[in-house]
């Protein structure tokens, strides 16, 4: 069954708490954004995962170098998966993916701003990470001309386990799942709608209907 994945870009751990106890009976992954980690550090990190025992906490670290110490900070603080970038070097995605045996939790490599999406996702998968998330930052939705049905239809030829995340909402989640990814990230689609609660469970419903 596909999952969802609520990627909290909010900027306090209050913040952050409030939203997840709302949407938290809806998704399968509560994602702690790189602005929020920074902002509060990995104390959010415990704080969430203390609030959510059953769910996978995701912290969006988007480590580009010294992944083994940097994930082993996130998985000592209570984090299940920690981002790298696909575009470090197969050593810090190597080491990450070392933190994450000794820990018995997972490593996310995020291609965000890699050429080719693709090639990385095949590449890095060998290297032993749970998933690739096929990714449109917030700049590159901004920029004109963005779709994403470039990710869709990445995700379609990728041939390895993936996610996608870049302006999932309700319009589009379902060719996300029909697309192969095995987790669709929604942020904004989330935090920013009136109703976030209705907002994830209508998510939800669109994902196990796909
Ligand atoms: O990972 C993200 C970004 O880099 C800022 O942290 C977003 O959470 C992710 O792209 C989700 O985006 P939207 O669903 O478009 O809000």
Redesign the pocket.
Known sequence: MAKLQV?I?LLTTEEALALAAKVAPYVDII?L???LIKNMGSTVITAMKAAHPDKLVFA?L?TADAGELEADIAFKAGADLVTVMGAAGNATIIGAVKAAKAHGKGVVV?T?GYPDRVKRAQEVTALGVEFVEL????DE?WTAGYSIQVLIDEAARAGVPVSI????NIENVAAVIKAGAMVA?????IY?AEDPAAAAKALREAIDAA
Do not use: F, N, S, Y
Not at 165 to 168: F, H, T
């Open positions: 990627a870009d994602e954004g790189t602005p969006d988007k995020d965000i990714h449109a930052g917030l939705q995340a870049g302006g999932v990230v929604a942020g904004a689609a920013g």
